[in-house]
């Protein structure tokens, strides 16, 4: 069964810097449309970024300016550049695609278990 793999958390000091990475575990043929998500303690799970195949960027408003989504397509990752990191970006980072398995199969809704990111004050 084919994953997502998230890496790159951490525990980073206010105004640092992190970068996140996404992989799928297995073989796949390629990723459509992917993004990554957060969760803070008592707080639903909220959209971070998002990236089309094409390569077409959305952000969430507190992230704007900050964050950067980009993806390799040739080694199917994507990543999540955290720059001027604040301490209410606390959360486990989780990451979510639309997997091409094969031509012929297609997994959409695919969730990694997530990466803790903690930006102490």
């Known amino acids: 069964q084919v994953q997502l793999v998230e890496s790159g958390g951490g525990l980073v000091q206010a105004g640092g810097s992190l970068r996140l990475s996404c992989a799928a575990s297995g073989s796949i043929f390629s990723i459509n449309n992917t993004g990554w998500y957060r969760q803070a303690p008592g707080k639903q799970r909220e959209l971070v970024a998002r990236?089309?195949?094409?390569?077409?960027?959305n952000y969430a408003d507190s992230v704007k300016g900050r964050f950067t989504i980009s993806r390799d397509n040739a080694k199917n990752t994507v990543f999540l550049q955290m720059n001027s990191l604040k301490p209410e970006d606390t959360a486990v980072y989780y990451c979510n695609a639309d997997l091409v398995i094969s031509e012929a199969r297609i997994e959409n809704d695919c969730w990694g278990q997530g990466t803790q990111v903690t930006v102490s004050s």
């Open positions: 990236i089309t195949r094409s390569g077409r960027t």
